[in-house]
């Protein structure tokens, strides 16, 4: 029974003193590192709070009348339309409603190249405004079309209003050309654009032409992107994303076939930072 003591006592014994040195240790690393380790942690908090936090839950709705899912956290919602689109009743466009999403804007296709212009655009153009919608022109760029030809080709064609969406230029093809032709080529049809307008274009791309040729090299131009997967938009300059494509596969009362949404993504009081 003493033996049997004896020994208890030394384990309970060896255990309070490694408890006890270990006690020691930790107030010896919080008073020498703690200000460390109280970074560390609040750093490794403020990383999980943004990652469940941040703004990438975009409320996506699936509305029946429009035949895809729409991103609800935005307020804005619009379409683009071109001569694919043929002959659109432009009073259904805007009477369609439903879940309190309304289209409040559209984006017409103008001109493409050097000489083509939309053979519906004149009638889309004056009809939308009657529609009370507001309405942007966009030109179709060829890299290998003059850029200064392209940019007159929209001029002669486009008679922009107060309160209309500054000129798009729909960037989408490469054709075969350098970076640095594809670059100048486009600086210079947006100068010339803005020039004439007195209004610094919109430029119209999806994420990978924007990442080799837009992102620093035409950054100080508002952003229009098509982006189909993006569960959130964090790839791209928050100051300069307005735009964002994120169906081309929608449904609308007045308008055959398949159409392209869009919605704005900035603070609605900004809305007029891209409209003359």
């Known amino acids: 029974m003493f033996g049997m003591f004896s020994a208890k006592t030394v384990f309970l014994g060896r255990k309070l003193i490694s408890c006890m040195k270990n006690r020691v240790l930790f107030n010896l690393i919080a008073r020498r590192y703690g200000l460390w380790i109280a970074g560390v ?8 709070v943004v990652k469940w936090r941040r703004p990438d839950n975009l409320d996506w709705q699936f509305i029946q009348a429009f035949g895809i899912r729409l991103p609800m956290r935005y307020g804005i919602h619009g379409i683009d339309v071109s001569r694919h689109n043929d002959r659109i009743d432009w009073a259904k466009v805007r009477k369609m409603e439903a879940y309190g999403v309304r289209l409040q804007f559209v984006f017409i296709k103008a001109t493409e190249g050097a000489t083509l212009a ?3 655009f004149k009638k889309n153009w004056r009809e939308a405004k009657k529609s009370a919608l507001r309405r942007g022109a966009y030109h ?3 890299p290998t079309r003059d850029p200064l030809k392209q940019a007159n080709n929209f001029i002669r064609t486009v008679d922009l209003s107060e309160g209309d969406f ?9 054709n075969g050309q350098s970076d640095e032709t594809i670059v100048n080529g486009l600086r210079l049809w947006l100068q010339t654009i803005e020039e004439h307008y007195r209004a610094r274009p919109i430029i119209y791309t999806n994420g990978n032409l924007y990442r080799r040729y837009i992102k620093g090299n035409l950054d100080d131009y508002p952003l229009w992107i098509a982006d189909y997967s993006a569960s959130h938009l964090r790839s791209y300059n928050p100051d300069k994303l307005y735009l964002w494509q994120h169906n081309q596969s929608g449904l609308v009362q007045g308008i055959r076939g398949q159409v392209d949404f869009n919605v704005f993504v900035m603070d609605e009081n900004r809305m007029s930072e891209i409209c003359l």
């Open 166 to 174: 500054a000129p798009v230029v729909d960037f989408e093809v490469v």
């Open 41 to 48: 942690l609040l750093v490794l908090i403020t990383i999980w």
């Open 118 to 120: 939309d053979k519906h």
């Open 140 to 142: 179709f760029y060829h």
